[in-house]
Structures are given as C-alpha cells and as structure tokens.
C-alpha cells in the first residue's frame, strides 16, 4: 500500500513537472516565433512587456483569460464548447511519450508511435468539429478542409515512421532512441534522410501550419475554424497548434535525431541534446512560416497524394530491402 | 449572376436538393483590399458564381467637386486612390489646365513626372506587398513597406503631407524641390534597384508562388480589351498600351522608357510586367533628376495659374464674424475659367484615369467625371473569376490591383 502511494506520488510530480515545463515551452514558443519572424522581416517583435518582451506570453494570456466569452447565436452548443479541448487533449498528450532522457519518459508503452499517430488523428476532430458547430459558413470551409488534408498527410506521415521502425526493429519510442546508436553519428537522419524529408513536411502539414495553413488561411478564411471563437477558447485552439508543433518536433528528434543521444555526454543537464534538436526543429517550423506562400486547396492534395506518399512507399520498400540483405 | 431573388426561389424550389454553397465575402474581409463585397457560388471550393458588390465606400466626389471651386477639387482627387494620390492629382490638374488654357513651365512638369513615377512606385510596392500577403508570402509585404516608407518620407520633405499630399496643383505643383530632395532621391533612385532584385529573389523562384500564379485568370487580349482593362492589367495580356507613349503629358514625351508586355495574360505576367514597371519608374526619375539643372530658376507655377490666397486683411477683426477660414479664391472676383469642357487621361498605377470637366464660367466646375480604372477592373472579377477555386479569388483580387476608395468614388 505505501508503495502504491509512493508511486502515485512520484507520478504525479513527475506529470506535473513535465506539463509545466511543456506549457513553459509552448507559451515561449510563441514569444520565439514573434522575435524571430520579426528579426526577419525587419522590425522588432514584441518588446514592451518586461525586459526585452519576455513577459509577453503570460500577458497574452491573461487578456485572453479574462476577455468575454462570446457564444454566436445558432452554435451547436455542447460541441462548440468541448471541440477546443479535444484539440487540447490530443495534442497535449503525446508529450506523456516523448522519451527525454534514458531514466524519464512519463509512459513507456510498447506502441509508442501507434499511440501518437492515433492522437493526432484524433486531434482533427477538434477542428472538423468546430467548424461544424459554429453556425458559421467560412468555418464549415475551414474544417472541410482541415479533415481532408489531415487525413491525407496523416497516411505520408506514418508510412515515413514505418520504414524508421523497420529499421529499429520497435514500436517503442526508448528502444528506436537506443536502436540509433549503431548508425552514422548515432542518429537515423542519414540513412533515413527521405523519411525524416516526408515526415518534416507531413508534420508541419499535420500542425497546419505555413505554408499549409490552409484550414486557417487569414486571407481567405478569415480564420477558418475557430472565426467564430473568442476569449480562452479561442487561445486554446492556438496552445493546441503550438502543442502539436512541440509534440511533433520532439518525435522527429525521437526517431530521427537520435533523442538524448547527443555527441558526447553533458553533466548534470541530461536533456541538453534532446532540447538542442528540438529547438533546431521548432526553428525551422518559424523559419518556413517566415518565407514561404501558401499552398492552394487542390496542389496541397497534389502534393499529398502525388508526391509524398509514393516517395514514402518507395522508401519503405528500399528500407525492408536493405534490412532483409544487412 | 444571381440576385437575391432569384436565390431564394431556387431555395424554395425543395426537389432540386443539390444546392450551390452560397458565401458572403466581405465588405470586412482581410484580403478584399476594402470594402469590396463578393457574393459567391461555390461548389465545393470552385466559383460558379461571383457578383461584385460596390458602394460601401462612396463619398461621392463627382459631386462634391461640382460644390468646389477648381483648386479645391484637386484635394477630392487625392481620396479617390489614395495610394497614388499623386497621379490623381496629376489627372485633375491637366484636364483644368486644358480648360482654361493654361501654360506649365517645364520645371514644374518634370517635377510632376518626378512625384508621379514615385506614386507609381509606392503603389507597385503596396501592391506587391499585398498580393505577396494574401498568398501567403508574409515576409515580402514588410520588406516592400520599408522601401515605400522611404518614398513617403520624401514626399514629407517635398510638402509636408505623406498620402493625401495635393502636391500637384492648376498650373503647376506646389513649390519647388530643395538641394536636400534631389540628393535623397538620387541616393533612392540608386539603391532602390537592388532592392528589386531582393523581392525577385524571395518569390520569383518559389515553386508555391510560381504554383499560385501561373495559368491563374488568364485574360486572353481580345478579352482584355472587351473588359476595359487598362494598364498593367492590360500589358499582361500582351497590348503594350500605355498613355504615358500614346498620348504623352507632363514630361513623358522627352524621358525614355520601354512599356513591359506579358505574353499569356495570367497573374504571373501581370506580376511581372509591374515588377519591371518598377525598374522602369525608378529609370524616368533618374532622367527627370538629370534634366532639372536645365531648368534652375524657372517657376514651378504658371504665371496665370488660379491662385490660393490668404485673405489679404487679416488684421482686421472687424466687420462682420464672416467664417473666412482657410482661402478664397482669386477667381470669385474676376472669372478666369472659359465656358467650355475638357478631357484629360493619364496613365495611372492602376490604368487609365480620365477626367472630363464641363465648365459655366464660374469657379466651379459644371459637371466633373472620373473614369477610374478600379471600376472597370472590378467588373471584370466574376469573369476572371469563373470556375476559379476560393483561394484563387484572393489572388484575382491582388492581381487587379484595385482600390475601393477609386472605385466607388
């Protein structure tokens, strides 16, 4: 019985912690993504909130918490109320089951990629969903096409992690981690240098970002599926996207950067490789949005369909190859 | 085009159960540049339909200017496309000329050639900026709106307003450029190519913008001309008509320059024939800079031009609390505009802009008609529109390059 308790202790501490630190980073991922595109594009970013804009993030929140809540007439109530948080959930999740560190990974299931997959898929249901209950007809658009491009992309996404768990040998995150040290530098970008092309694409195009933003497309959506939302829920639909985003960077440093593995060892900060990639990920998710246009409706399910998924068929067979001749 | 109720027939009409997806865009929408309403018919994504509503910025200058004596006109031209307030001007200025006969020293007409090339230069950066945005090429737009702060800057050192500047007037402009001008924009017109180089290199060879742009809304030229087109909307298509060539006005007739064509009309060569406009504006400014030593010292207003005067006793507080602010109109006193009418056209950044004046005599116009590019080209939306995807639609509606203060009037 003390055990149990002791266990449950720990878990919780251990749960806490890393949600605090996931929020941490998803709320300073907006405030890089500011400063970034904004060195970019020539002009500042934030810099009025605290020194050098740092408290940004935890204003915006607190506008956003305590601005009205604004319910449209006409919604389907129950569900315009709980699609935000579908898309929380899902996409906040996944973090459970990064392995950050050989000794801390929340959950270590043996279908750790399946169980990924299966949340972002989920997570499209927050948007189809919104954008069905907002009584609003640029939202309806916006979640139309939010579901046929994550459906599409989804199946690109898995099959370039198939040929990465081909080659570890397992579904488990910890064992694909520890299966990498054999390669070239101890990662699989090299000989999964396709995969990790497709999946990079897919994820940004799974996360709906730039250039396949299209479910949110400002310019022609307005706003796509959340039009309709204000106040929190309107910032939980954005922590969702940011969540994803971290989730998805994390897993590309999982299966293709080789985790925590880094180089050589850093003393008393274990997570120092594991965070490195991530960032170097996240940066190239700000670094597209920065420069790239965006894709059109019919050309993103071009690319889906045309190009991503047979390369990454291709890619599997000459994985399975390969592995059946070595 | 459907009206309203023909739309609520075909939604009583219960057998036909198949219906078109009937969206509303704007006059609120980030990317109608305006109030520019578009009722849409949509199956699926595509366009079947798409009515083009105007009016929601009507102001209703043709009138007011027929209230206004001539000198105050020109400052309603400048809220037509306040973009290129510039050309507006310009436009206003040489059909009351014509009117009443007026002369313009040579000095003056260079340096209106001057502010209307830079108009054209901001309005091509606005342009590009919010075409490039509403495809979704964000890092453009403030790049573009870097350089066009530089010209907007200068045009507050040449008269002290930004946008709506009336730096044009009857009979000549303002007042002369300093030393301090010449030389900013001598050091513009110098760097400012490089520059256009930059945005070529961050979305000419960008497989997405290419993707977006290219066999998009073509207007083949038969159609082009049918439709009114006028300007880079028209160069695209392949006519190289530009009134700046045709029918030369101010300075344009001993400056040189080529007049860029498109061959297959899409959106692509309308980008590029503006691009290349850009480079083009920026060479006649270097020309006109070049020629201005000749003609040091002369006056930038012509000898006969109506005038603004301050009231001449302001001293005086006495005789009756008249509300005299602002100007009078040396014109009141003694009538110098003929009774007759008369027609002006000039190449604007967005096509061709006509004035036609009718003049009674007196200090006000008659009648004052404007034919503004930005409503011919907003009628031809639902044709280029037409079996369009939504997305395309934004990209049509940058590529006219409309302003809805210059349609609605």
């Known amino acids: 019985m003390g055990d149990l308790i002791d266990k449950l202790i720990f878990l919780g501490i251990a749960a806490g912690s890393l949600l605090v630190i996931a929020l941490l980073h998803v709320a300073y991922l907006t405030y890089a993504e500011r400063k970034i595109i904004g060195r970019m594009q020539q002009r500042l970013g934030p810099n009025r909130v605290g020194p050098r804009g740092l408290l940004q993030p935890i204003a915006d929140m607190v506008k956003l918490l305590t601005k009205e809540d604004l319910v449209p007439y006409g919604v389907d109530k129950p569900v315009f109320y709980i699609a935000p948080f579908i898309s929380l959930v899902c996409a906040g999740t996944g973090v459970a089951l990064i392995p950050i560190w050989k000794k801390f990974v929340l959950s270590n299931i043996n279908v750790g990629i399946l169980f990924i997959l299966a949340l972002s898929s989920l997570s499209a249901y927050g948007v189809i969903l919104s954008g069905w209950a907002s009584n609003s007809r640029y939202a309806l658009l916006g979640g139309l096409r939010a579901s046929a491009q994550v459906i599409s992309y989804e199946i690109a996404m898995s099959l370039a992690l198939l040929s990465v768990v081909l080659m570890a040998g397992s579904l488990n995150l910890m064992d694909i981690v520890k299966a990498q040290i054999n390669s070239p530098y101890k990662i699989y970008l090299i000989p999964q240098i396709i995969a990790f092309y497709v999946f990079i694409i897919s994820a940004i195009a799974e996360c709906n970002r730039v250039p396949f933003d299209l479910p949110e497309a400002e310019t022609e959506l307005v706003a796509g599926y959340f039009v309709e939302y204000s106040a929190m829920r309107f910032a939980i639909f954005y922590l969702a996207e940011y969540f994803g985003m971290v989730v998805m960077s994390a897993l590309a440093v999982t299966c293709f950067l080789g985790g925590w593995i880094g180089p050589f060892e850093i003393p008393y900060i274990p997570f120092f490789w594991f965070l490195i990639k991530l960032y170097i990920i996240l940066f190239i998710y700000i670094w597209v949005r920065a420069t790239l246009p965006r894709y059109r409706y019919d050309q993103l399910m071009g690319l889906g369909w045309k190009v991503l998924i047979p390369v990454a068929i291709i890619n599997l067979f000459l994985t399975a190859v390969l592995k059946l001749i070595f | ?409």
């Open chain 2, 1 to 409: 085009m459907a009206t309203y109720l023909e739309i609520n027939k075909k939604q009583v009409n219960e057998e036909k159960w198949e219906e078109p997806f009937y969206i509303n865009m704007g006059p609120q929408h980030p990317s109608t540049h305006g109030v520019l309403r578009l009722f849409l018919e949509l199956e699926g994504e595509t366009i079947i339909n798409c009515t083009p509503i105007i009016g929601y910025l009507h102001r209703g200058v043709e009138k007011l200017g027929e209230t206004l004596n001539y000198n105050q006109a020109i400052v309603l031209s400048d809220r037509l496309d306040y973009i290129a307030s510039a050309a507006n001007n310009t436009a206003f200025a040489l059909a009351f000329e014509k009117l009443m006969g007026l002369e313009v020293p040579r000095r003056a007409k260079l340096l209106r050639t001057i502010v209307c090339e830079m108009a054209r230069i901001c309005n091509h950066l606005l342009w590009l900026a919010t075409h490039a945005l509403d495809i979704g090429a964000m890092t453009v737009f403030l790049y573009c709106f870097r350089d066009r702060e530089w010209l907007l800057n200068i045009y507050e050192k040449i008269c002290g307003a930004r946008l709506t500047h009336s730096y044009v007037r009857v009979g000549g402009v303002r007042q002369d450029f300093t030393q301090e001008i010449i030389d900013e924009l001598y050091k513009f017109t110098e760097e400012f190519p490089p520059r256009i180089y930059d945005y070529e290199i961050l979305i000419d060879v960008n497989r997405i913008w290419l993707k977006r742009t290219k066999g998009i809304a073509v207007v083949p030229p038969e159609d082009a001309i049918n439709l009114g087109l006028t300007g880079p909307c028209l160069r695209g298509s392949g006519i190289a008509y530009d009134v700046r060539k045709f029918r030369p006005y101010d300075a344009y007739g001993e400056v040189d320059f080529v007049v860029p064509t498109g061959k297959n009309g899409d959106t692509y060569d309308r980008y590029r024939v503006r691009m290349e406009e850009l480079r083009q504006s920026n060479s006649i400014i270097r020309q006109c800079l070049d020629k201005l030593p000749e003609t040091q010292g002369e006056p930038v207003l012509a000898e006969n031009a109506p005038d603004l005067l301050m009231p001449e006793k302001v001293k005086e507080p006495k005789p009756q609390p008249v509300p005299k602010k602002g100007v009078i109109f040396r014109g009141v006193e003694k009538p110098i505009v003929p009774v007759g009418e008369a027609f002006a056209s000039i190449e604007s950044p967005k096509g061709e802009l006509a004035v036609y004046v009718v003049s009674d005599g007196s200090n006000k116009p008659w009648r004052l008609r404007i034919r503004t590019p930005s409503f011919v080209h907003i009628s031809a939306i639902p044709y280029m529109a037409k079996n369009h995807m939504v997305a395309d639609l934004i990209a049509i509606i940058g590529t006219l390059d409309i302003v809805l203060g210059d349609s609605d009037r």
